[in-house]
């Protein structure tokens, strides 16, 4: 992904959080993305490895993800917190024709909210409430996609290392096998949203979680093969 994105000669790198906390290499990631100089907003797990505790909401999975999520917590090194601490709550861009850019996580109001086209109109503005940008860039779902909602253009870009699938009727959920990321193009007389999704080598993602000792590494492993083997 990152060799894509040179490809495109960008002016801005735009990080919408959720870095580090539930891989096997949290201190190499955050190292990769220092290297890009990125804008970037916190994410709700970003805020959680500068403080982390086990969540207290229980259900199938909490034992398992506190577990891996403490694990790669501690993988971080103080510069790595450093970096993350850095993150800001909303970054605003402007773009030509005067136009803006307001990017966050979640929503504006928290980065543990969703900015989905499902929700009523009237929940979208009181979350939106306040907010005259143009467009609207934001995260947390691990899913891509775009709407329209009272004149404003909001997208997902996707998750890069995490994009994340259910089967409503099944219950199934799997990491689609690839990263995921977007592309604002914006010019005075024209605002496009390109999405990309890149190939890459998850088996060797997959080997990485048992050579480095990650605790939880089969159940981990089993989201990314049910995304190969769908292909999707």
Known sequence: MLEHIQQQEVDAVLCLGD?????????????ALRALE???VQ????AWALDPHPHTVHDVSTDVTNTIELWSAGRLTGEDREFLAGFTREVWLDLPGGRRLMACHGSPRANTE????GLPPEQLNERLDGVTAAVVSFAHTHNQ????????LLFNPGSVGMPFRADVLSGDQWYAPWAEYALLEAKRDHLGVTFFQIQYDIEALVESAFQVGMPEAGW???YFERGLARGR
């Open 19 to 31: 870095v580090a906390v539930f891989g096997p290499q949290p201190h190499e990631v955050v190292q």
């Open 38 to 40: 990125p804008l970037a």
């Open 43 to 46: 994410g709700n797990t970003d």
């Open 114 to 117: 969703t900015l989905d086209p």
């Open 145 to 152: 996609g775009l709407f329209y909602h009272r004149g404003q």
């Open 220 to 222: 981990w492993v089993t």
